[in-house]
């Protein structure tokens, strides 16, 4: 899974819980992502970041929170407020320019009880 | 709306067999497109990248091809083996503001049969 960790691989959580996902990578790459995979869809942009203290909205940000303190280190948030939080989320990672391929972690499997 | 989509959405096929899954796309501008495989449970990996001027990529089994001016693209597995048992994806890399956008496909479900 080309120097990218993902945990848990799987997570439960209850209704109303704040749950974390971690992402870590030794790619030394700068730029880092979070996609929300569901059944029948293409992978959905949830948030990225380019650097170091900054990120940006993906295209379902709603309900998520990152952070990037460290350039290995991209952890997702998955808040009470996200209504519909079942999925397989998947952290990414490339050098930023957009020709080169993104890394692509084990992924982490969200369910909520 | 930039979109790419692919069909079949699943296939099955008998070992040693060859296919073909389909890839169309509607982004513009269009930096490159990438396949790639998805194993159950797993994260994608990297298959091939061609950009707008290359016509064919090869990746051992894996035959990538692409027409820019009709926006299609196709991947072609020989000698199929149990191993090809995967979604194929297809992704559109397109330039954004600042960055650079990534447009998946739903992608194609393939399995193989001994």
């Known amino acids: 899974d080309g120097g990218i960790t993902q945990s848990p691989k799987y997570l439960f959580r209850k209704e109303g819980q704040n749950v974390t996902l971690s992402c870590e990578q030794n790619l030394n790459h700068d730029a880092m992502y979070w996609y929300r995979q569901d059944p029948g869809q293409g992978l959905r942009l949830i948030y990225y970041s380019q650097i170091v203290n900054d990120f940006q909205k993906g295209d379902i940000a709603e309900g998520y929170s990152v952070s990037r303190e460290k350039k290995e280190s991209f952890p997702l948030t998955v808040t009470s407020a996200q209504k519909n939080p079942t999925a397989f989320y998947l952290c990414?990672?490339?050098?930023?320019?957009?020709?080169?391929?993104?890394?692509f972690g084990p992924g982490t499997r969200l369910t909520v009880l | 709306k930039n979109q790419v989509e692919q069909s079949p959405q699943s296939l099955i096929i008998l070992e040693g067999k060859n296919c073909t899954l389909q890839?169309?796309?509607?982004?513009?501008?269009?930096?490159?497109l990438r396949w790639y495989k998805q194993d159950t449970g797993r994260g994608p990996v990297s298959l091939t990248i061609m950009t707008f001027s290359e016509n064919t990529k090869s990746n051992g089994r894996y035959t990538a091809t692409l027409d820019a001016d009709t926006k299609q693209s196709s991947l072609h597995i020989t000698a199929s083996q149990l191993s090809d048992s995967a979604s194929y994806i297809c992704?559109?890399?397109?330039?954004?503001?600042?960055?650079?956008?990534?447009?998946f496909g739903t992608g194609t479900r393939l399995k193989v049969l001994a």
């Open positions: 990414a990672s490339n050098i930023g320019t957009g020709w080169d391929e993104q890394f």
């Open positions: 890839c169309n796309y509607t982004v513009s501008p269009f930096s490159n």
């Open positions: 992704v559109v890399s397109a330039p954004g503001t600042g960055t650079y956008k990534y447009i």
